[in-house]
C-alpha cells in the first residue's frame, strides 16, 4: 500500500525585549487559517495526485475497487464484475450485471481504505478518480475522454457534453451533427446490434446511425461492407449511397438482353429504399424501382 506524507507544523519561538510595548496580540499571535499556510495547497495537490494513473484494469484508469452491492465481492469496476460474473464457466443460473447505480462501498488502491463511495479517500486523502460521476459511481483518472453524465439517459457518455445532443424520441445522445438531419426511430438505442447482439445503450464500442435511423457498431458496420453487406440488417434499406452501383447495374441489364420467352414478363416489386411497390418488366440481374431508381428491390408477384 501507498505510503502517505504527513504535514507537521513547530511552534514559533521568539523573543521581545521591549516588554512595555507587547500586546496581546504580541505574545499571542493570530492563528494561522491552515489553508493559507506556505505550499500546503501546493501538498495538498501533490497528495491527491499520487498513483494518477497508476491503478485501475483494462476499463479504467482509477484508484479505487468496488464493493458490489449485488454479490458483495470486490473489483475492479463494474466491467470486470460482469465479465466474471457472466462467463461461460459460470452457472447460468448465478450469472448477474451489476447495478451500477446502487454501488455504495469502495476501497482506495492506495490505502486499502473501504468507504462510501466518494471523489476523495477518507483515510489518505487521494483523489480515486479525476473524473468522478456520484449518480453512476464512475471514477475514470483518464480525462482524455472528456465524460460527461447525461441525465435522459442516466449514465455517463464519452466525447465531451458540447459536442452531442440527448434527442428524447430516440432515447440516447448523438453528434450535434445530426441534431436537425437524423430521422427519430423510437428506442433506436434500446437494443441489441443486428450483427454481434451487444446491448447497444451501454456499448462502450463506437455507435453509429445509418441513413434508416437504426444504429449499429461502427465496426460492425464495417465488417459488414467488407463482405459486400450494403444495407441495415433489420429494415433492408441502403446504408450508403449506391447511385454508381445503379449505373453499373443499369449498364449490365443494357448489355444482357433477356430470352425471348422472358421479354415482356412483368412482375410487381417493392422498393426496399422509398418503400414504393411498382409493376415493372421482369429480368434476371435485378429490377429497377420507377420511383427513386434504387435496385435494392424485392419480388412481391408475378
Same mark, same amino acid.
Given at each position: 500500500?501507498?505510503?502517505?506524507?504527513?504535514?507537521?507544523?513547530?511552534?514559533?519561538?521568539?523573543?521581545?525585549?521591549?516588554?512595555?510595548?507587547?500586546?496581546?496580540?504580541?505574545?499571542?499571535?493570530?492563528?494561522?487559517?491552515?489553508?493559507?499556510?506556505?505550499?500546503?495547497?501546493?501538498?495538498?495537490?501533490?497528495?491527491?495526485?499520487?498513483?494518477?494513473?497508476?491503478?485501475?484494469?483494462?476499463?479504467?484508469?482509477?484508484?479505487?475497487?468496488?464493493?458490489?452491492?449485488?454479490?458483495?465481492?470486490?473489483?475492479?469496476?463494474?466491467?470486470?464484475?460482469?465479465?466474471?460474473?457472466?462467463?461461460?464457466?459460470?452457472?447460468?443460473?448465478?450469472?448477474?450485471?451489476?447495478?451500477?447505480?446502487?454501488?455504495?462501498?469502495?476501497?482506495?488502491?492506495?490505502?486499502?481504505?473501504? %468507504? +462510501?463511495?466518494?471523489?476523495? /479517500?477518507?483515510? @489518505? $486523502?487521494? &483523489?480515486?478518480?479525476?473524473?468522478?460521476? =456520484?449518480?453512476?459511481?464512475?471514477?475514470?483518472?483518464?480525462?482524455?475522454?472528456?465524460?460527461?453524465?447525461?441525465?435522459?439517459?442516466?449514465?455517463?457518455?464519452?466525447?465531451? %457534453? +458540447?459536442?452531442?445532443?440527448? /434527442?428524447?424520441? @430516440? $432515447?440516447? &445522445?448523438?453528434?450535434?451533427?445530426?441534431? =436537425?438531419?437524423?430521422?427519430?426511430?423510437?428506442?433506436?438505442?434500446?437494443?441489441?446490434?443486428?450483427?454481434?447482439?451487444?446491448?447497444?445503450?451501454?456499448?462502450?464500442?463506437?455507435?453509429?446511425?445509418?441513413?434508416?435511423?437504426?444504429?449499429?457498431?461502427?465496426?460492425?458496420?464495417?465488417?459488414?461492407?467488407?463482405?459486400?453487406?450494403?444495407?441495415?440488417?433489420?429494415?433492408?434499406?441502403?446504408?450508403?449511397?449506391?447511385?454508381?452501383?445503379?449505373?453499373?447495374?443499369?449498364?449490365?441489364?443494357?448489355?444482357?438482353?433477356?430470352?425471348?420467352?422472358?421479354?415482356?414478363?412483368?412482375?410487381?416489386?417493392?422498393?426496399?429504399?422509398?418503400?414504393?411497390?411498382?409493376?415493372?418488366?421482369?429480368?434476371?440481374?435485378?429490377?429497377?424501382?420507377?420511383?427513386?431508381?434504387?435496385?435494392?428491390?424485392?419480388?412481391?408477384?408475378?
Amino acid at each position: 500500500m501507498g505510503e502517505v506524507a504527513v504535514l507537521h507544523s513547530e511552534p514559533l519561538q521568539f523573543e521581545c525585549n521591549d516588554k512595555k510595548h507587547m500586546t496581546e496580540e504580541g505574545v499571542y499571535p493570530p492563528k494561522s487559517n491552515p489553508e493559507s499556510l506556505p505550499g500546503e495547497e501546493s501538498s495538498t495537490y501533490d497528495l491527491q495526485e499520487k498513483g494518477y494513473m497508476e491503478h485501475g484494469c483494462q476499463h479504467y484508469r482509477r484508484r479505487c475497487r468496488i464493493r458490489a452491492p449485488c454479490c458483495n465481492e470486490i473489483f475492479d469496476c463494474r466491467h470486470c464484475h460482469n465479465e466474471a460474473k457472466n462467463d461461460i464457466n459460470v452457472d447460468y443460473k448465478h450469472r448477474h450485471d451489476m447495478p451500477r447505480h446502487q454501488v455504495k462501498q469502495v476501497i482506495c488502491s492506495l490505502c486499502g481504505a473501504e %468507504q +462510501e463511495a466518494q471523489q476523495n /479517500c477518507v483515510n @489518505c $486523502g487521494v &483523489c480515486m478518480g479525476k473524473y468522478f460521476c =456520484d449518480t453512476c459511481k464512475l471514477y475514470d483518472d483518464d480525462i482524455s475522454k472528456q465524460q460527461y453524465h447525461c441525465n435522459g439517459c442516466g449514465i455517463c457518455r464519452t466525447g465531451g %457534453q +458540447e459536442n452531442f445532443f440527448h /434527442c428524447n424520441k @430516440c $432515447g440516447c &445522445c448523438y453528434s450535434t451533427l445530426l441534431r =436537425d438531419s437524423h430521422p427519430c426511430v423510437e428506442g433506436a438505442m434500446h437494443h441489441d446490434c443486428p450483427v454481434c447482439f451487444e446491448y447497444l445503450f451501454e456499448s462502450r464500442n463506437d455507435v453509429i446511425v445509418m441513413p434508416c435511423g437504426h444504429t449499429i457498431h461502427k465496426s460492425c458496420l464495417n465488417e459488414m461492407r467488407e463482405h459486400f453487406q450494403f444495407t441495415c440488417p433489420l429494415c433492408s434499406k441502403s446504408v450508403c449511397d449506391m447511385s454508381k452501383v445503379w449505373e453499373k447495374l443499369d449498364m449490365e441489364i443494357s448489355a444482357t438482353p433477356m430470352p425471348e420467352p422472358y421479354q415482356n414478363k412483368m412482375v410487381w416489386i417493392l422498393c426496399n429504399d422509398c418503400g414504393k411497390t411498382s409493376n415493372v418488366r421482369f429480368h434476371f440481374v435485378a429490377q429497377k424501382c420507377l420511383n427513386c431508381n434504387s435496385y435494392n428491390t424485392r419480388q412481391t408477384r408475378g
